[in-house]
């Protein structure tokens, strides 16, 4: 699966980056990933990073049935989604406006410095650390 997942449980945050070309069942199954990690914990902070996506193969479909998912996290957790390119933008726009009540706190970000001002007491990563 192009993704790396990193859990933080220093800093209390879960990222998600995905890399290169990205299909609906590759977003659609990396919940399970997260949720089977044994330093998953549903209070952290939730960045999922696109911006070293080359081929966003994402449908509207997909990211209407993970809005429709209840979230691994909990309802006060912060969710960050990086976008830099347009389609994957409105994508994450479209997810933010379908998931409003099962992630109230959830935000479509363009940058990794706009994400990283965004966690709960301004958790940057270590140097060299996205």
Do not use: C, W
């Not at 449980?9 to 069942?25: E, K, L, N, Q």
């Not at 696109?50 to 309802?75: C, G, H, Y």
């Not at 994508?91 to 479509?108: D, M, Y």
């Amino acid at each position: 699966m192009p993704v790396v997942l990193k859990i933080d449980p220093h800093r209390r945050v879960v990222h998600s980056a995905f890399y290169g070309r990205i299909t609906d069942t590759e977003l659609l199954g990396h919940h399970k990933s997260i949720a089977s990690d044994p330093d998953f914990n549903p209070q952290f902070a939730d960045i999922v990073d696109f911006s070293d996506v080359t081929d966003p193969a994402i449908t509207e479909s997909a990211i209407t049935a993970m809005a429709a998912n209840p979230s691994l996290f909990s309802n006060s957790a912060v969710h960050i989604v990086i976008a830099p390119a347009a389609v994957v933008f409105r994508l994450g726009a479209r997810f933010k406006e379908l998931a409003r009540s099962s992630r109230p706190n959830f935000h479509v970000v363009k940058t990794r410095a706009e994400a990283y001002k965004l966690l709960p007491g301004g958790n940057k990563p270590k140097s060299g650390q996205h």
